[in-house]
């Protein structure tokens, strides 16, 4: 992961996100989250907020213009 920079570890950890969320909203709503389970989750959303945050101080301030494109690294083009 340290390899592809910090845009990865962003995107593992968004993507580890929503899998914990997820699993943890149906353990929840089955009340069957464990202490242990929201623990982690609560753990993995501080880590996001975090890289988020790191992230966003990275950016140029104010709304990018719709000519202005958008390259995604590592994205594949079809």
């Known amino acids: 992961m340290s390899n592809h920079g910090p845009h990865s570890r962003l995107s593992y950890l968004m993507i580890r996100g929503e899998e914990l969320l997820g699993d943890a909203a149906r353990d929840v709503g089955c009340r069957r989250a464990t202490p242990?389970?929201?623990?982690?989750?609560?753990?993995?959303?501080?880590?996001?907020?975090?890289?988020?945050?790191e992230h966003a101080?990275?950016?140029?301030?104010?709304?990018?213009?719709?000519?202005?494109?958008?390259?995604?690294?590592?994205?594949?083009?079809?």
């Open 36 to 53: 242990q389970q929201c623990r982690d989750v609560a753990e993995s959303l501080e880590q996001l907020a975090g890289a988020l945050r």
């Open 57 to 78: 101080a990275t950016l140029p301030v104010g709304e990018l213009d719709a000519s202005e494109s958008t390259v995604i690294e590592g994205a594949v083009d079809d």
